[in-house]
Structures are given as C-alpha cells and as structure tokens.
T-cell receptor
Framework: DTAVSQTPKYLVTQMGNDKSIKCEQN?????MYWYKQDSKKFLKIMFS???????INETVPNRFSPKSPDKAHLNLHINSLELGDSAVYFC????????????FGSGTRLTVV | KNEVEQSPQNLTAQEGEFITINCSYS?????LHWLQQHPGGGIVSLFM???GKKKHGRLIATINIQEKHSSLHITASHPRDSAVYIC?????????FGTGTSLTVIP
C-alpha cells in the first residue's frame, strides 16, 4: 500500500542509452513532480505536472521528458544518457499544487557509466 | 543566492541534547515543509506549516511569516534522529529547497 512508488530503485546504464523511471501514486493527488538530487544532496525540481499542465524547470535538458498516461502516473524518460545524469531521482505528489502536503517516493539511484 | 538558506550545514550532538535547525527564505510562500532524509536515502515529510507552531513527538517546528524564518527543534535527541533535514518552501508556483542540515547524534 505504498503511497508513492518508484521503479526501479537502482539503475546502472551506459552512456548514450535511453532509460525510463516509473512513478505511481495512489493518494488521489492532482500534482506530481520529479526532482533530481545531486551528489551534494541538493534537491532541484525538474518537472511538475498538474491536470495536464506541465511546468518545466528551464535548466533541465530536453533529453529529459515526463510522460503522464493518467493522473496517478508520471514517468521520466531520459534519452542519450550522460555521465552527469548520475544522481538520485525522486518522484513526489501533492494535492492542490503542493501547499497542503507532499509525499515523496523512495528514490531511484541512477548511475551512468 | 539560494532562495532558502539553512543553518547549520552540519551538526553533531550528544544523545539527549536539544537541537535547533534554522531556515530562512526570501520568497513569498504559502507553506513551508520540513523534510527528513535518512542515510538510506528515503525522504519523509515531517511538517507542513503556514503559521505558528506544530509538534509531533520530540519534534517541534515553528514559523515566523513576518521574519521569513522557521526553526525545527528536536528535544532529547537520539542516534536514530541522525539524518539530513531539509527545509522546503512553496513559493509562487514552485518549491524551493534548502541545501539541508546533516545531523549526527552520537550515543
């Protein structure tokens, strides 16, 4: 009965590959997010998706693309992976745009070799 | 300059000590969150505040909207409190995160 679940937990892949990370929430929240946590543990928002509206952090390369088949899912696709993409990626969800509670997934550790 | 500043960056305490972590922010906000990230990596939301004070067990969070400042207090600290504590504010349409405070509680 996990509230926000991400898969896989660990992902090791070679440079240049394309990979996806899946995220599902069963909380009935209307907004989902992807965050990147770098080696210095700093969390940075990548995308938020609310009722079909996608807000993108302008610093995110266009090799990253979120895909939301429905309100409960927001998957992250990454094309042409680079070494600098190695990080922990967190999915999160909230209701009413984040001001009323926020639940994180357990994270996906991506290592690009 | 980061919109959310936390202090201290690192903190080591003896078991039983009273701990305070501070957060200052520069954007207008509708809510502030305190998050806890354990060494295993998972992130847990501890508190969401828009005014005043909240208490949960040994944890207390306060916010002063006028001064744009929040504090997280841990009373009677325990080694299992060792984690990174992150302040996050919900500003105009997005979240801003502090860089985190790494707390180590020594038995």
């Amino acid at each position: 009965d996990t509230a926000v679940s991400q898969t896989p937990k660990y992902l090791v892949t070679q440079m240049g590959n394309d990979k996806s990370i899946k995220c599902e929430q069963n909380l009935g929240h209307d907004t989902m997010y992807w965050y990147k946590q770098d080696s210095k543990k700093f969390l940075k928002i990548m995308f938020s998706y609310n009722n079909k509206e996608l807000i993108i952090n302008e610093t995110v390369p266009n090799r990253f693309s979120p895909k939301s088949p429905d309100k409960a899912h927001l998957n992250l696709h990454i094309n042409s992976l680079e070494l600098g993409d190695s990080a922990v990626y967190f999915c999160a969800s909230s209701q009413v745009g984040g001001a009323y509670g926020y639940t994180f997934g357990s994270g996906t550790r991506l290592t690009v070799v | 300059k980061n919109e959310v500043e936390q202090s201290p960056q690192n903190l080591t305490a003896q078991e039983g000590e009273f701990i305070t972590i501070n957060c200052s922010y520069s954007v207008g906000i509708s809510a502030l969150h305190w998050l806890q990230q354990h060494p295993g990596g998972g992130i847990v939301s501890l508190f969401m505040l828009s005014s005043g004070k909240k208490k949960h067990g040994r944890l207390i969070a306060t916010i002063n909207i006028q001064e744009k400042h929040s504090s997280l207090h841990i009373t009677a600290s325990h080694p299992r409190d060792s984690a990174v504590y992150i302040c996050a504010v919900f500003g105009p349409s997005q979240f801003y995160f502090g860089t985190g405070t790494s707390l180590t509680v020594i038995p």
